[in-house]
């Protein structure tokens, strides 16, 4: 085992144009997390603009929390016309677990060979066919005892099998990366950063912008995740969970002022 390293920076010098088909819940923080990091969103849902924009994007993110039978459509046709162009794409499985419909939309997605695959720890232990204690979109703390995180990390690691292209992230108090040939467990964040709608749709967009900009693979998911981690560990001392989310979005900001990959912790082990 070896520490993490972080190879990526921020803002985002030559900004990344991110095509979001994401929640209407979440739209707005996404979009402006995106600009707050030098990166430029495009919420487009719209599958008649599908072929002009993956002319003009540089990367996708597909997120499944706020399903109908349109949102399918677009979600399918963008992971579909993703493949086939080779765009950088993160897929977000919002919810995995909670329904047949929305688990077979997540099953297609992923078997686009989406370039990320992310959710919560409970999300993912769903996906993998391991048994949860979620309910609802949000990870359960009987799913990330130390058991269970190495179960969990064992059962990405054999799908990297069938997806040796994609990089899967569950994130809960600790987050874990797994790709083909190397696994991450990355310890920084504070509780509080479960406690406001639209983390997770974060990070899968600073994730996205950070493939947008050229960082490879698992780079930009621990870079991502070790951001925005280290921005909720800056903003843990506000009073008032509003107050702390809107420090935290500040933080996208002001954070890559400072020295903040001295604070990143966590560990990386190679499986080959």
């Not at 603009?49 to 979600?75: C, M, P, V, W, Y």
């Not at 967009?205 to 070790?226: E, K, N, R």
Request: contains cysteine; charged residues 20%; negative net charge.
């Amino acid at each position: 085992m070896k520490t993490v390293e972080i190879s990526a920076s921020m803002p985002l010098a030559n900004a990344p144009l991110v095509h979001c088909i994401t929640n209407e819940v979440t739209c707005e923080t996404v979009a402006n997390a995106l600009l707050y990091v030098g990166a430029k969103p495009i919420m487009a849902s719209d599958e008649r603009e599908f072929a002009e924009l993956f002319q003009q994007t540089d990367s996708l993110l597909l997120n499944i929390g706020h399903l109908s039978k349109t949102r399918e459509k677009s979600l399918v046709a963008a992971a579909e016309l993703a493949k086939e162009l080779k765009k950088p794409t993160v897929v977000d499985l919002v919810g995995y677990g909670v329904s047949a419909v929305r688990n077979q939309v997540g099953r297609l997605l992923v078997a686009a060979e989406p370039t990320v695959v992310k959710g919560n720890i409970s999300e993912l232990r769903n996906f993998c066919g391991l048994p949860s204690q979620a309910r609802g979109v949000d990870g359960s703390p009987l799913d990330q005892s130390e058991a269970a995180l190495e179960e969990l990390t064992l059962a990405l690691q054999k799908l990297t099998v069938d997806y040796p292209r994609t990089i899967f992230l569950a994130t809960g108090s600790q987050d874990l990366v797994v790709d083909q040939k190397n696994s991450w467990r990355l310890q920084n964040g504070v509780p509080e950063l479960d406690c406001f709608t639209g983390t997770g749709d974060v990070v899968g967009a600073l994730i996205a912008a950070l493939l947008g900009s050229g960082v490879v693979g698992a780079a930009a998911v621990v870079s991502a995740v070790s951001y925005f981690n280290c921005c909720g560990e800056a903003a843990k001392n506000q009073r008032g969970l509003a107050n702390f989310r809107q420090e935290t979005l500040n933080q996208l900001t002001l954070l890559m002022e400072t020295e903040w990959t001295k604070g990143v912790k966590g560990w990386q082990r190679s499986w080959i």
